[in-house]
């Protein structure tokens, strides 16, 4: 257990409205990540960070920012949701040999 | 850029049957390797790793050995559970000596029938 939460868990939205995704930890990893699940994809690399305030883009950032002011929590901002990013979003701490990295539980993310 | 190939299925096995799931990557330098599963609803756990070439990982009876003269990362177990029944990934990190975002195969559905 690499001590993750994702909250929350499912939410359901319309289209054009903004929505925030929170991923906390409790072990003071430097390297967090946001990903995004769908079937026939894969994960897919949003944004990650490597430190407080340093952020990078992933593969597919488009209509997607990310907010880091503290080390234990990682934020995901939907701007303007839109059906496309319907989808399941993980957030995830890298540690160990190798860049091993270790997952929250996932949010489901419906946007109608 | 850096990518991983595997047998997306379903791939349908009966319980005891030998398993191989192939993965196949294209990354420059020498990436590290994993395997991670997905039980229905829950998130993923890594199953096992490799960081350099000819190293064997291996975890509950799952095996795979780095290959880098195939570019292989193939996953082995000699006698399957139906509690095995699950999503497995492939994933690699690249070789830049960063802590980038995994690369992720698209997963390849296991079904063990009793």
């Known amino acids: 257990d690499a001590g993750i939460t994702q909250s929350p868990r499912h939410k359901v939205t319309e289209t054009g409205t903004p929505v925030t995704l929170r991923c906390h930890q409790t072990e003071n990893h430097r390297y967090m990540y946001w990903y995004r699940q769908d079937p026939g994809h894969g994960l897919r690399l949003i944004h990650y960070s490597y430190g407080v305030k340093d952020t990078d883009k992933g593969e597919v950032s488009d209509g997607y920012s990310v907010s880091r002011s503290k080390t234990e929590d990682f934020l995901l901002t939907l701007e303007s949701a839109t059906s496309s990013q319907t989808s399941v979003y993980f957030c995830?701490?890298?540690?160990?040999?190798?860049?091993?990295?270790?997952f929250g539980p996932g949010t489901r993310l419906t946007v109608l | 850029g850096d990518s991983v190939t595997q047998m997306e299925g379903p791939v349908t096995l009966s319980e005891e049957a030998f398993l191989t799931i192939n993965c196949t990557y294209t990354?420059?330098?020498?990436?590290?390797l994993f395997w991670y599963v997905q039980y229905p609803g829950e998130g993923l756990q890594l199953l096992l790793k490799?960081?350099?070439?000819?190293d064997k990982g291996s975890n509950k009876g799952f095996e795979a050995t780095y290959r880098k003269e195939t570019t292989s990362f193939h996953l082995e177990k000699g006698s399957v559970q139906v509690s095995d029944s699950a999503v497995y990934f492939c994933?690699?990190?690249?070789?830049?000596?960063?802590?980038?975002?995994?690369?992720f195969g698209k997963g390849t559905h296991l079904i063990i029938q009793p």
């Open positions: 995830a701490i890298a540690r160990g040999q190798g860049n091993e990295q270790f």
């Open positions: 990354a420059t330098g020498y990436p590290s």
């Open positions: 994933a690699l990190s690249g070789a830049g000596g960063g802590a980038d975002g995994l690369t």
């Open positions: 490799a960081t350099k070439a000819d």
